[in-house]
T-cell receptor, first 113, second 113 residues
Framework: EDKVVQSPLSLVVHEGDTVTLNCSYEVTNFRSLLWYKQEKKAPTFLFMLTSSGIEKKSGRLSSILDKKELFSILNITATQTGDSAIYLCAVDDPNFGNEKLTFGTGTRLTIIP | EPEVTQTPSHQVTQMGQEVILRCVPISNHLYFYWYRQILGQKVEFLVSFYNNEISEKSEIFDDQFSVERPDGSNFTLKIRSTKLEDSAMYFC???????????FGSGTQLSVL
């Protein structure tokens, strides 16, 4: 069974700090790893990673994948209160057909002004 | 950006009643999904649907669940006889092709009393 483990489960930092969120996974067959941000309801897409070592960047957020060690990190620099959310990591295993994502439990990030 | 829309946003029902959750996927998308998230738990895959048939379903998706695409735009999830443990946030999602990011709707919060 595919497994996704995120750490820490919860993180509280001050505005302006930099945070690193971790995601490790075990899958039978790997196609991609995705990061989502969940504020109130729907997960909103952040990054899709398929290749090792290539950093994806969007503003203050960046992410990288290590397919040898089976993990990914999500970095957020100069955090703002609007970054407070649950960050979800998910893996896509093509053995399970079309886009059956396996999610981790998420990291709850709280930014204190 | 195009959106997946879900109705209703909240649904309260009595145990044993049937409920239908409705979704309008993004118009040029071909793959449709239902996920659910029990309060405080992981987002879990329920079912994927392509070309008017189920392509993959999880162990959660038992005989009480069914999906349908009754016309060219709607995608529905029916729970025939709801149980207390069906209380969860139900997310619809869609993609244009495989190996693409999932676009999630804002969810239907189902409460079974």
């Amino acid at each position: 069974e595919d497994k996704v483990v995120q750490s820490p489960l919860s993180l509280v930092v001050h505005e302006g700090d930099t945070v690193t969120l971790n995601c490790s996974y075990e899958v039978t067959n790997f196609r991609s790893l995705l990061w989502y941000k969940q504020e109130k309801k729907a997960p909103t897409f952040l990054f899709m990673l398929t290749s090792s070592g290539i950093e994806k960047k969007s503003g203050r957020l960046s992410s990288i994948l290590d397919k040898k060690e089976l993990f990914s990190i999500l970095n957020i620099t100069a955090t703002q209160t609007g970054d407070s959310a649950i960050y979800l990591c998910a893996v896509d295993d093509p053995n399970f057909g079309n886009e059956k994502l396996t999610f981790g439990t998420g990291t709850r990030l709280t930014i204190i002004p | 950006e195009p959106e997946v829309t879900q109705t209703p946003s909240h649904q309260v029902t009595q145990m044993g009643q049937e409920v239908i959750l409705r979704c309008v996927p993004i118009s040029n998308h071909l793959y449709f999904y239902w996920y659910r998230q029990i309060l405080g738990q992981k987002v879990e895959f329920l079912v994927s649907f392509y070309n008017n048939e189920i392509s993959e379903k999880s162990e959660i998706f038992d005989d009480q669940f069914s999906v349908e695409r009754p016309d060219g735009s709607n995608f529905t999830l029916k729970i025939r006889s709801t149980k207390l443990e069906d209380s969860a946030m139900y997310f619809c999602a869609s993609t244009r092709t495989v190996n693409e990011k999932l676009f999630f709707g804002s969810g239907t919060q189902l409460s079974v009393l």
